[in-house]
C-alpha cells in the first residue's frame, strides 16, 4: 500500500490524458437529443475499467441512459464494496463565460478546466485509478464493483428500478461515492449529510396572445408580474420559507452532531469574497455551514416570460414559466413538500391568471454515522494521505441516488469526496486541482485498506 | 370626391398587392443587423409615394434609421396636411404562434395577416391611396406632405432632432396620423387622447457566476427572488402602482370628455373573451375604458434569468432582467417617473444584490380638443363614410412622436386610425380587415374635403 504515491508520480501524465478522453465527450444528460454523447461515454467508462483491471464491465440499459457496470472479484470471503458515480453532466451553458471551451479540458494554474472535471468524472477517475494501482501492485483488499450512471444531474428518474431490478448484481457491504467537495485539503471534511431536493417548474397563463402593454395594459393581469408577485411570496424578507407547514417535519440534528459541524473553521468573508457578492443573506440565527447544512432552501433557479430580446418590445405577455428547486433537510419529503407548495400556490395566485406546477425531480435528505466502520476507513485514510484529521460536514447539495441505495440495497454509503467548494461544478469554467485528483487516488486506495484492516 | 368609392372598388386588388409588397420587407427595427431590409422598406415606400402623384420623394438621413419625405403641392394658398406614418415593424416573435409567416401576407377570413398589416403599413397605405386617387382624379383640395418614419417602434428617438433640423420642410397646418384604432365600424370612434411611455430594463446582479443550488442556496441572495420581489412591490394586488409620487402629477381629464368617453357601449365581457382570460384584473372604481385610457399602468414586458432550457437545472443564477414599462398620462413626464421609479428601488432592493435601471425611452401623453377643426373635419368624414358619428375615445397606446410634433412644429395631430383592437399590433397573427383598409382610404379622401371646405 504504501507504494500508491510512487505509483501515481509515476503515471500522473498519463491519468491526466485519460481523464481528458473522458471529459471531451459532452454527455450532457438533460438533452433530449444527445444520444451519441451519452452511449460514448458509457462506453469510454467501460473501457477504463477494464484498463483498470476489471474482470468484466458492460454497458446496461435503463428506462433512460445506460448504467455502465464493472467488478473486481478477489475472494468470496472478502468484503464487497460498491462504487457510484456517474458519467453525465449539466449543461455547460452560459457558453460565453467559460474561458477554455467546456469540453476540450486544459490544465491553468494546476487546475483541470473542463465541463465535469470535478462533477464527475474527475472524481470518478480517481476511483478508476486507485483500482488500476491495486490490481497492478497485486493490494486490493476486497471485491469492488462499480455502478456508474448516467442520469444524475437530471435527479437519477431511472437508478432506482435499475437497482431493484439488479439487487443481487449490486449486493454489496459499502457503498463508496466521491461526488461530493470538502473544505480543503489542510483541512478536509467528509460528508456525513445531504440535503434533499425537489425541483419544479411553475407555468403562468394569462390572455391567449402577447398582447398590446398600451391598449390592454392597465386592465388585464399580467402573467410575469403575477408569477413575480407568487415568487416574492415564497420567502419573507429574512430568507425564512413562507409555505404553510415546511418547516414542521423537521428532525432536528443532534447536539452533538451540531458541535463538530461548528468546529469547522469556516471563513465566511472569503465564502462571500469567492463569488462576488457584498454581502450573504441566509436565514438568521444559523451560520453559513448551518444555513446550507442543516437548514432547508428555496432558489429561483431560471424564469422567463415575454420579451427579452435587444430593445423594446411594448406587449403584455401572455404566459411566464420559473424553475425553482427547494433543498430539504432530514424529516421533509419532495412529496409532502410539493403538496404544501401546491396548498399555498392557490392561496396567493391571482384569480386572473391559470397555473400550473410540474414537479420534475426530487429526493430526500441523507445522513451517515459518523462513528460507523465505513466513515471511519475514511477518516484514517485522510489522515494517512493529508496527515490531518477530517472533520464532518453537512453539505447543502443533493445526490438523490443515495437515499435510494439506502432503501433498495440496505447498505449506507460513505461520502469520500475530493472536490472544493471553488470548483464552480454546474457553472461556468469548472474545475478541479490536480492536487485534489492525485491525493484523491492515494486516498480511495487507503479507504480499501483501513476498511478491510482487521481490528 | 363622390368617387372615391368607385375608384376603390376598381383598383382594390391592386392595391393590395401594392400593400403585400411593403409587408414582405421584415423592417423591424429594433434588430441593429436588420438595416437592408430597413433601407429596402424606405425605398418601397418613396417609390409608392412617387406612383400615387407625389412631386417628389426621398430618402432622408437621420441619427437612426432614414426617414422617407415626399410632397404634392397644389396651391401656395392652401393648406397643408402632413401625414405621418411609420415603415418599421415590432419583432414578429414568438415565430411559432403565427398561423401564416409574418412576413408573407396573406388574406384569410377577409383579413390581411401579416406583421405591420395593421401597424403601420397597412394603415399608412390608406393615405398613399387616397393620395393616388386624389392626384388621378384631381380634386385634392390640399399640399399634402408625408413624414415616414423607421424608428416608431423604437420610441423614435431620432425623430425630434430631425423634426428641429428640418423644420421649414414640414410646416403644416395640421398634422394627421393613423396609428391607432376605432372600436368598430359600426361605432366608430376617433381617438383624442395617447397615454405616455417609460420603458426601463431592470438589471440585478448576485454573485459572480452561476452557483450551485444545493452547495449555495440558503446562504447567498438570489438574483432572481430578488428581482420577483422588487417587481412585486411596484404595483398592489388590485393593481395601484405603488411608486411613491406616482399619482400626485395626474392632470385629472375633464368632467365633459369623461361624460363622452363614457358613451362608449364598450363591451367587458367581449372585451375579456376576445383575448381568452377568465376575468379582467384593473384599478377599482375605473370601467376598462377608463383603466386603459385616463388612468397610468405598469406591466413587465419581459423577464429573463437563470435556466431556461429543458429540464432541471440546479443553479442560482448570476443575474436576472426584466423589461417593464409604464403607461403614463397628462401630467406625467418619463423623466420624473425615472426618477420616482429609482427612488424606490433605492428603497425596495435587497442589500445582496446590485441593480442597474436603464431607460429605455419613453414619451408624454397626448390630448386633443374634440371641437378643433382636425377633429372636426374626421368626424364628418366619418359620418359620410360610415354613416354614424364617431365618439371621442382615449386610447391606452403610445405615439411618443406625436407629443413632439406638437412641441417642434407647433401643430396638434388628428389621430384617424381604422385598425381594430382585435388586430393583434405588437403580437402574433397581426391582422387588418381588408372593409377598414379600403374604408379608411375613402375616409381619408373626405377628411381632406371636409377639412379645406369653406364653412
Not at 474482470?55 to 428506462?63: H, P
Not at 432558489?299 to 411566464?320: C, F, H, M, Q, S
Not at 447498505?411 to 475530493?418: S, T
Request: aromatic share 10%; hydrophobic share 40%.
Amino acid at each position: 500500500m504504501h507504494s500508491v504515491s510512487g505509483y501515481v508520480a509515476q503515471h500522473k501524465e498519463r491519468f491526466l490524458e485519460e481523464l481528458f478522453q473522458g471529459l471531451r465527450i459532452p454527455s450532457v444528460s438533460s438533452n433530449s437529443k444527445g444520444a451519441a454523447a451519452m452511449y460514448q461515454a458509457a462506453d469510454f467508462f467501460k473501457g477504463q475499467l477494464i484498463l483498470a483491471g476489471a474482470d468484466s464491465a458492460t454497458v446496461m440499459e435503463t428506462e433512460g441512459w445506460p448504467v455502465v457496470f464493472g467488478q473486481k472479484q478477489v475472494g468470496d470471503d472478502r468484503p464487497t464494496v460498491l462504487v457510484y458515480g456517474h458519467y453525465d453532466v449539466q449543461p455547460p451553458e452560459p457558453l460565453d463565460e467559460w474561458k477554455s471551451p467546456p469540453f476540450e479540458p486544459e490544465v491553468r494554474e494546476h487546475k483541470i478546466f473542463a465541463r465535469g472535471a470535478d462533477d464527475d468524472k474527475g472524481q470518478l477517475f480517481m476511483h478508476l485509478k486507485a483500482l488500476e494501482y491495486m490490481v497492478a501492485e497485486k493490494c486490493l483488499p476486497c471485491n469492488i464493483k462499480f455502478l456508474i450512471e448516467g442520469e444524475e444531474e437530471m435527479g437519477s428518474p431511472s437508478l432506482k428500478a435499475f437497482c431493484k431490478q439488479h439487487q443481487e448484481l449490486l449486493l454489496a457491504d459499502l457503498i463508496l461515492v466521491s461526488d461530493t467537495a470538502l473544505y480543503s485539503l489542510k483541512q478536509p471534511t467528509l460528508t456525513t449529510g445531504l440535503r434533499g431536493l425537489a425541483y419544479f417548474e411553475l407555468h403562468v397563463w394569462g390572455p391567449q396572445r402577447d398582447l398590446h402593454s398600451g391598449l390592454y395594459g392597465g386592465a388585464v393581469a399580467n402573467p410575469v408580474n403575477e408569477l413575480a408577485h407568487i415568487l416574492s411570496q415564497l420567502k419573507d424578507r429574512e430568507g425564512r420559507i413562507r409555505i404553510p407547514g415546511f418547516y414542521e417535519c423537521i428532525q432536528e440534528p443532534d447536539l452533538d452532531e451540531l458541535q463538530q459541524l461548528r468546529q469547522l473553521p469556516f471563513d465566511e468573508a472569503a465564502f462571500a469574497k469567492g463569488i462576488g457578492v457584498p454581502a450573504l443573506a441566509g436565514e438568521p440565527g444559523y451560520s453559513v455551514v448551518e444555513q446550507l447544512g442543516i437548514r432547508p432552501s428555496l432558489d429561483v433557479n431560471g424564469i422567463w416570460g415575454g420579451y427579452t430580446g435587444e430593445g423594446a418590445k411594448t406587449i403584455l405577455p401572455a404566459r411566464a414559466m420559473a424553475k425553482l428547486s427547494l433543498r430539504l433537510v432530514p424529516g421533509q419529503e419532495p412529496v409532502q413538500v410539493e403538496e404544501l407548495l401546491r396548498s399555498y400556490l392557490h392561496q396567493i395566485a391571482a384569480p386572473g391568471v391559470a397555473w400550473e406546477l410540474k414537479a420534475l425531480h426530487g429526493g430526500n435528505a441523507y445522513v451517515v454515522p459518523w462513528q460507523g466502520k465505513g466513515v471511519q476507513a475514511a477518516v484514517r485514510a485522510m489522515e494517512q494521505v493529508l496527515g490531518v484529521s477530517p472533520l464532518p460536514y453537512h453539505s447543502g447539495g443533493s445526490i438523490p441516488v443515495i437515499a435510494d441505495f439506502e432503501e433498495v440495497l440496505g447498505q449506507k454509503a460513505v461520502l469520500l469526496g475530493f472536490g472544493l467548494e471553488s470548483d464552480a461544478i454546474h457553472a461556468p469554467n469548472e474545475n478541479f486541482p490536480l492536487e485534489n485528483f492525485y491525493k484523491g487516488i492515494e486516498t480511495v486506495a487507503w479507504f480499501y485498506h483501513y476498511y478491510t484492516l482487521k481490528q
